[in-house]
T-cell receptor, first 117, second 113 residues
Framework: QQQVKQSPQSLIVQKGGISIINCAYENTAFDYFPWYQQFPGKGPALLIAIRPDVSEKKEGRFTISFNKSAKQFSLHIMDSQPGDSATYFCAAKGEGAGGTSYGKLTFGQGTILTVHP | DSGVTQTPKHLITATGQRVTLRCSPRSGDLSVYWYQQSLDQGLQFLIQYYNGEERAKGNILERFSAQQFPDLHSELNLSSLELGDSALYFC????????????FGPGTRLTVL
């Protein structure tokens, strides 16, 4: 119930195209869904996040779409650029059974995005 | 730069040894989290501290322990190291215990030979 499933594992997109990464979760106690971007040799960097009372959030070229009933959320990168090539992680946070998950982020397995020039 | 610092950047040691990883949170952040990143397990939550007290525990091995000091920096101690402990260890911090935004440090790469 604590898992977050992410797909695809890898994604190749041409410059200017749209990159779409999907995540699904089971635990309905999750109430915060961030996306992180990680470059090789660096720590994950918070990119954009959404709460389940909102169906979409946009920041620049990055958009999160959230479907509460389906327990799915996705990251859309518009006008993808070679500089966007990185590993992207979705995550979820919320109170778990017995209150033991307080503050914990549960991550998806990651998507390696390659944007070709 | 997230403002979270971690030392050392790299650590190479032998099986059976003990190491200490250090983390300084962003200025003003009271909560510190430790995560392990490996190829087969991905990013896994280990433990959370808030203002010096343990707040949440993940799948942290008994050989691992952590603490947060009065100046809010945190240390992760790994003992009786095994080959499988080789991984990237990240520290993250947030303003408060339940605050959503967590900011990650650059990590410590641990190699156990």
């Amino acid at each position: 119930q604590q898992q977050v499933k992410q797909s695809p594992q890898s994604l190749i997109v041409q410059k200017g195209g749209i990159s779409i990464i999907n995540c699904a979760y089971e635990n309905t106690a999750f109430d915060y869904f961030p996306w992180y971007q990680q470059f090789p040799g660096k720590g994950p960097a918070l990119l954009i996040a959404i709460r389940p009372d909102v169906s979409e959030k946009k920041e620049g070229r990055f958009t999160i779409s959230f479907n509460k009933s389906a327990k799915q959320f996705s990251l859309h990168i518009m006008d993808s650029q070679p500089g966007d090539s990185a590993t992207y992680f979705c995550a979820a946070k919320g109170e778990g059974a017995g209150g033991t998950s307080y503050g914990k982020l549960t991550f998806g397995q990651g998507t390696i995005l390659t944007v070709h020039p | 730069d997230s403002g979270v610092t971690q030392t050392p950047k790299h650590l190479i040691t032998a099986t059976g040894q003990r190491v200490t990883l250090r983390c300084s949170p962003r200025s003003g952040d009271l909560s510190v989290y430790w995560y392990q990143q490996s190829l087969d397990q991905g990013l896994q939550f280990l433990i959370q501290y808030y203002n010096g007290e343990e707040r949440a525990k993940g799948n942290i091995l008994e050989r691992f322990s952590a603490q947060q000091f009065p100046d809010l920096h945190s240390e992760l101690n790994l003992s009786s190291l095994e080959l499988g402990d080789s991984a990237l260890y990240f520290c993250a911090s947030s303003v408060a215990a339940g605050y959503n935004e967590q900011f990650f440090g650059p990590g410590t790469r641990l190699t156990v030979l």
